[in-house]
């Protein structure tokens, strides 16, 4: 498993802007950042926690929800060791709680959550109408 930690969420009214951030850390026997394929999960009140965004560790291939429209954007900062979800035009129905979150290693990118053996903590993000 592999530590992470996500920040930047917050309250921003619907049409505006946030990028959150997924740091990584605790790396052992060898693995290192890139080894990693990272998603980006949300989980309104009340509902299922859901897949937004994945991006490959074999080459850096990111794949969407198609519910998103294009207005959510993962980028990789490997220096950083760090996984970035810029959030354009933010409607309402984007509120909840973002989490980023590992495959094992001999795993891909899922859409399922039980499909990921590590977690962040989860950021809160709420867009006001």
């Known amino acids: 498993e592999v530590h992470l930690v996500e920040s930047g969420g917050g309250l921003v009214q619907a049409g505006g802007s946030l990028r959150l951030s997924c740091a990584a850390s605790g790396f052992t026997d060898g693995f290192t950042f890139d080894d990693y394929d990272i998603s980006w999960f949300r989980q309104a009140p009340g509902k299922e926690r859901e897949w937004v965004s994945c991006?490959?560790?074999?080459?850096?291939?990111?794949i969407y929800a198609d519910s998103l429209e294009t207005r959510f954007t993962i980028s990789i900062d490997d220096a950083e060791n760090t996984v970035y979800l810029q959030m354009n035009s933010l409607k309402p129905e984007d509120t909840g709680t973002y989490y980023c979150?590992?495959?094992?290693?001999?795993?891909?990118?899922?859409?399922?959550?039980?499909?990921?053996?590590?977690w962040g903590q989860g950021t809160q993000v709420t867009v006001s109408s």
């Open positions: 979150a590992a495959p094992p290693l001999d795993s891909d990118c899922s859409w399922s959550a039980s499909d990921y053996d590590s």
């Open positions: 991006t490959s560790s074999a080459d850096r291939t990111t």
